[in-house]
Structure formats: structure tokens, C-alpha cells
């Protein structure tokens, strides 16, 4: 292996013919993806009639979300088109990968983000990756608006997903998952928000089931945060609330791509409550050793309620996993995203005396 390409580890090095990138795309990458897919015993035994859950990592990214994907081709689109600065609208996660990849490229960066309603670990982001950080009075549709007005009169790169470039990075997430199953999954499970990863994973499955890289395209479930729900309500929310900060999206920019997907694949958009995300955060973290935000965990919450024999309201439901389903459950973001939401719903410390005596009594109990 050369040295140069023992550094070249990012999407486009890796999935370079399928990425409308040519030579002279200056490559502005910090070597995402390749995030690990890590099988569950816990939610496979959940699940049981010998079906297999695993989960898509996609906290391990450089910036410790999914967006590094999509973000590693706007940019250097952008870098290759000559912007000298983009601009974004962001619930976070989007605004932290911007910021990261805008510094790396010396590009200026601007985020436009709903005030008081961003987890901390993706404002400190913004911050030392030295974006420009405005706080809109309003909630991430408002800036979204915004941001697409500028982009329309002023000589800035928007690098929001309604850029098609983030798609095209975000579909390489299912390019890994059929390479590491041999194959797509039989269901694939996601959080929704602005609904561009689901249209992005459908575009990745989709365009390698046509090559014939894979033999069949699974079916997509998305999960809405319950308060911020527009897809699954089929209009527009005009005040989206969720714990879920990611996820607080009331009319979401690709939700006729989301539509599509759900449609083509059988599948389906359902709900869950901020109770149930944060149950399910708490599970996969203590039970399976896996930290997620929030919005991430609505995946998972998700899986467990379409286990859930005693909810009536369930949009999917395990009758419908056949014997043997591989089910692969996206979680987008990392747990550190968002320390407050994971201190205030886990217990205190144990105060004790700095006394062996006292430690090995607590222990006992
Ligand atoms: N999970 C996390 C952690 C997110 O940050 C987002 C979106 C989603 C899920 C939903 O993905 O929008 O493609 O349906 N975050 C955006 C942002 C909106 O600004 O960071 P989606």
C-alpha cells in the first residue's frame, strides 16, 4: 500500500467512481466513514425468531456524527465551484461538520442555528472550529428559509442537504453496510428530521442493488420524534418540540424524497415519545455499551416499539420481521453531543469519604 493512499481514507477515496467527483475535485476530507456496524445480541434476542439487529456507528465519525459524510463532498464541491464560504442552517450536527470541513479548506463558514435549542457538544464544536455562529430567534425551518434566501442573492455555498452533494456522500453509508453484510439488510431503521438521510440510504441501496452489488433493497423505517412528527402527520408542524434537539424539524427539505423511499420499499414513518427515545438512549448505552444522542436513539426506541405487543399505535410491527430478517438500526450521532440530556436523566454520584472502610461498605450494598 502506498503512503498515499494509507492516508486517503475518507468516503470519496473510498467510493470515488460512485461520487460525481473528477481530478480536479481538491479533496477536503477527515477521513469519515467506514464507521463500525456492530451486531447485537441484546436487540437480536429481542427481536428473537433467529433475526439479527446491528447497528450502523455513525458517532464515530471525525465529528461525531453522519453529517461528516455528505459534508466531505459539499465542501470540496464547494472548494472546486471557488466558494470562499458556505453557509448552513442546523439543529448541530450539520453546523459542527460544516465548520470542521469549511476550517480545514480555509473557507469561512457561517451557521444559522435556532437559539437555546442546540446540545452543547455541537455549539462548543462550532465555536473552536471558528465558525461564524449566528443564534436565530426561530426554529431550524426558520433558518433554513434564511439560509435559502442568501444562498439565492449572495455568492455563498449553501451546505445544507437541499445540496445535492450530501447526498451523494450520505449514500455511502449503505455501500458500507453491503459490503460488511455481504449483501442489504432485509430492514433498515432510522431516525427522521430533515429527512435527507433516509433519501440518502435509499439512493445508496438502490443504485447498488442496480449494479447488482446487492440482492435486494430493504425495507426503510424512519422514526419521528412524536412532537416533531410532519411526515408521519402529513403536514407541516408549526412549533416541533422533542428532547431530541437533532430531530426538531417541522417541515423537513427532502420530504418527498422521503416519501419515495418509504413508498418504493414498503415501508413506513412512525412516532416516538421523547419518554421512549430517552428509555432507549439509556438502554443501548448501559446495555449494549453504545453512547448515542437522543435523536439517534429514536431508531432504536423505534425497533422496540414495533416489538411492543401492547402498543396499538404502531405504524410497523415485528409480526412483520420474517425468521432470519438482518435489521440494521442507524445511530447518527454520538452520546457526548449532548451531556446535558445524559446527566439530567441518568442518577447522581455516590458521595463518599475518601476511606477504603467507607468505599468497600458502599460496595457491598
Ligand atoms: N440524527 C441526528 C443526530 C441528526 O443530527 C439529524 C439531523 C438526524 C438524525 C436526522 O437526519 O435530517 O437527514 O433526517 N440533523 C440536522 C442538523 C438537521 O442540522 O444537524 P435527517
Not at 153 to 159: F, R
Request: charged share 20%.
Amino acid at each position: 500500500m502506498s503512503l498515499n493512499s494509507l492516508h486517503d481514507r475518507g468516503v470519496i477515496a473510498r467510493y470515488r467512481s460512485f461520487l460525481p467527483v473528477t481530478d480536479s475535485t481538491p479533496v477536503i476530507s477527515l477521513n469519515e466513514g467506514s464507521t463500525p456496524l456492530i451486531h447485537s445480541p441484546k436487540l437480536s434476542e429481542k427481536v428473537g425468531r433467529s433475526c439479527e439487529v446491528y447497528i450502523k456507528y455513525e458517532g464515530l465519525n471525525p465529528t461525531g456524527s453522519f453529517k461528516d459524510r455528505g459534508m466531505t463532498m459539499a465542501i470540496s464541491k464547494a472548494v472546486e465551484a471557488g466558494s470562499q464560504a458556505v453557509i448552513c442552517a442546523s439543529t448541530g450536527n450539520t453546523s459542527a461538520a460544516a465548520a470542521a470541513y469549511a476550517a480545514r479548506a480555509n473557507v469561512t463558514c457561517i451557521v444559522l442555528l435556532p437559539a437555546g435549542k442546540i446540545a452543547f457538544g455541537k455549539l462548543a464544536q462550532a465555536f473552536m472550529y471558528g465558525a461564524k455562529v449566528v443564534a436565530i430567534e426561530g426554529n431550524f425551518d426558520d433558518a433554513l428559509r434564511l439560509v435559502r434566501e442568501i444562498g439565492e442573492t449572495e455568492p455563498i455555498a449553501v451546505v445544507n442537504s437541499i445540496n445535492p452533494h450530501r447526498l451523494q456522500g450520505q449514500k455511502t453509508a449503505s455501500f458500507e453496510i453491503i459490503e460488511e453484510l455481504g449483501d442489504a439488510p432485509d430492514f433498515h431503521i432510522l431516525p427522521v428530521g430533515n429527512a435527507g438521510n433516509i433519501s440518502a440510504y435509499w439512493m445508496g441501496y438502490d443504485e447498488f442493488h442496480r449494479l447488482g452489488k446487492a440482492s435486494r433493497r430493504p425495507t426503510m423505517i424512519g422514526f419521528q420524534a412524536a412532537g416533531s412528527a410532519p411526515i408521519y402527520h402529513d403536514r407541516v408542524i408549526e412549533n416541533p418540540e422533542t428532547i431530541a434537539t437533532a430531530i426538531r424539524i417541522g417541515n423537513p427539505a427532502s420530504w418527498d424524497f422521503a416519501k419515495a423511499a418509504i413508498r418504493e420499499s414498503q415501508g413506513a414513518i412512525d412516532i416516538v415519545t421523547d419518554a421512549e427515545i430517552l428509555a432507549a438512549q439509556y438502554w443501548l448505552a448501559s446495555k449494549e455499551g453504545i453512547f448515542v444522542e437522543p435523536a439517534s436513539a429514536a431508531s432504536i426506541a423505534g425497533l422496540l416499539k414495533s416489538l411492543d405487543t401492547s402498543c396499538a399505535s404502531r405504524a410497523y410491527h415485528a409480526d412483520r420481521f420474517p425468521e432470519g430478517s438482518k435489521i440494521v438500526c442507524t445511530v447518527t450521532g454520538h452520546g457526548l453531543k449532548d451531556p446535558d440530556v445524559a446527566k439530567d436523566q441518568c442518577g447522581g454520584v455516590i458521595p463518599a469519604k475518601a476511606e477504603r472502610s467507607e468505599i468497600l461498605r458502599l460496595i457491598a450494598n
